[in-house]
T-cell receptor, first 118, second 112 residues
Framework: AQTVTQSQPEMSVQEAETVTLSCTYD???????LFWYKQPPSRQMILVIR??????QNATENRFSVNFQKAAKSFSLKISDSQLGDAAMYFC???????????????FGKGITLSVRP | DGGITQSPKYLFRKEGQNVTLSCEQN?????MYWYRQDPGQGLRLIYY???????QKGDIAEGYSVSREKKESFPLTVTSAQKNPTAFYLC???????????FGQGTRLTVV
């Protein structure tokens, strides 16, 4: 079974600075997807960024980028120019690339609470 | 607008009672999921359904039941057999060949 580990329960960053959130995972599969989801105080889960394991290039979405290290099974999220609206809980998640059945489920880490200091 | 609607937003239940959480989607997604969120636990899968009239247990299905009579609807019943039902419940949906899951806004269930 796949597992996702987020070992830091909380982090804080100064507004306009950069912060990196860590995530490691364990799987025996060679092809899969990794995600970072944001959950603001409204508790609505919002997809921040997605990485396909077969792609060597790290995904980027505006101020958000990932550092995907497949051999190390590491998937960190970097937030640049942090804004007050970035304050939220962030979840790392794994999904098998095999379609159908239980493979389509997301496996989540425990999450990290990010606070942004003005 | 397309999306997933969960209702109610807040729900209170007395011990020993069953309660049903609603999840409706108009995204024409085949797959639907129920997750439970507890502080410090992340999200854990309760049940999922890939097609109408079919559903499978997830990692923590004990004390819960579901039905999938319509593509748009996937209600979750929290039964009296669930020992610790107080939690935040999230419903999600996706297309079978799609990697992204879309989430509802959740239901906070409190046992009083």
């Amino acid at each position: 079974a796949q597992t996702v580990t987020q070992s830091q329960p909380e982090m804080s960053v100064q507004e306009a600075e950069t912060v990196t959130l860590s995530c490691t995972y364990d799987t025996s599969e060679s092809d899969y997807y990794l995600f970072w989801y944001k959950q603001p105080p409204s508790r609505q889960m919002i997809l921040v960024i997605r990485q396909e394991a077969y792609k060597q290039q790290n995904a980027t979405e505006n101020r958000f980028s990932v550092n995907f290290q497949k051999a190390a099974k590491s998937f960190s999220l970097k937030i640049s120019d942090s804004q007050l609206g970035d304050a939220a809980m962030y979840f790392c998640a794994y999904r098998s690339a095999i379609m159908g059945g239980a493979n389509s489920k997301l496996t989540f880490g425990k999450g990290i609470t990010l606070s942004v200091r003005p | 607008d397309g999306g997933i609607t969960q209702s109610p937003k807040y729900l209170f239940r007395k011990e020993g009672q069953n309660v049903t959480l609603s999840c409706e989607q108009n995204l024409n997604h085949d797959a639907m999921y129920w997750y439970r969120q507890d502080p410090g636990q992340g999200l854990r899968l309760i049940y999922y359904s890939q097609i109408v009239n079919d559903f499978q247990k997830g990692d923590i299905a004990e004390g819960y039941s579901v039905s999938r009579e319509k593509k748009e609807s996937f209600p979750l019943t929290v039964t009296s057999a669930q020992k610790n039902p107080t939690a935040f419940y999230l419903c999600a949906s996706s297309r079978p060949m799609d990697t992204e899951a879309f989430f509802g806004q959740g239901t906070r269930l409190t046992v009083v």
